[in-house]
């Protein structure tokens, strides 16, 4: 990562600009993967902006095995943790189009799939605002013994973090003269499965 420009501590204003080539990035150990792009950084401290373009060289989101979270965990806050998670004093503005390759990777659960797509990130540093979605190029389900194949797949984000989006996933597979369906919708952190079947058959004989 390189960076140039003028940050006057009198004037309070920053004139800056970053470039940034494969920079390896990890949210909450939900999502991790390397970004390229440029980003400046300018304007009264007061309106801090920072704008450009970044391109996602890959990403893996993980989504979390069922009752991964039904552990009861203890936090243990140190002093360091609490500023480094303190709310920025200056609200930097955002204003950052994010251009998804095609090495967009959700797996867990089964799900093994690859998107791609465009993001926009506004709003500021402390409460970011994403929208966008990411369309599937290829992908495959494992439920039950079964290989499933992807036939739609679209992850939203509509003003969610990074970590949480929602997924619109439908798989099919087909068993004798029946065509069965799988969808697996909601959030990433709690999605929910239903199944359906051409012709229909009683759910439990699916």
Do not use: W
Not at 175 to 191: F, M, R, W, Y
Request: net charge positive; charged share 20%; with cysteine.
């Amino acid at each position: 990562m390189t960076g140039n420009g003028t940050l006057d501590i009198a004037k309070r204003t920053s004139d800056v600009s970053v470039t940034m080539d494969h920079i390896h990035m990890l949210c909450r150990g939900m999502a991790k993967g390397n970004v390229s792009g440029k980003l400046a950084l300018k304007g009264a401290f007061e309106t801090l902006l920072a704008k450009g373009n970044i391109i996602l060289d890959s990403l893996t989101i993980t989504i979390p095995g069922a009752g991964a979270e039904t552990i009861p965990t203890i936090k243990v806050v140190r002093p360091e943790d609490a500023i480094k998670d303190a709310p920025l004093p200056i609200p930097i503005g955002l204003d950052i189009g994010i251009t998804a390759k095609d090495r967009i990777f959700v797996r867990g659960r089964g799900l093994d799939s690859q998107f791609k797509g465009t993001l926009h990130v506004a709003g500021n540093a402390n409460n970011p605002i994403i929208t966008g979605k990411l369309t599937t190029k290829r992908g495959r389900l494992e439920l039950l013994g079964r290989t499933l194949t992807i036939t739609r797949g679209v992850i939203n984000f509509y003003e969610r973090i990074a970590t949480d989006p929602t997924l619109d996933v439908t798989a099919t597979t087909k068993a004798e003269n029946t065509k069965i369906n799988v969808a697996l919708a909601g959030s990433v952190k709690s999605p929910k499965l239903t199944f359906s079947s051409t012709p229909t058959l009683p759910r439990d004989e699916i």
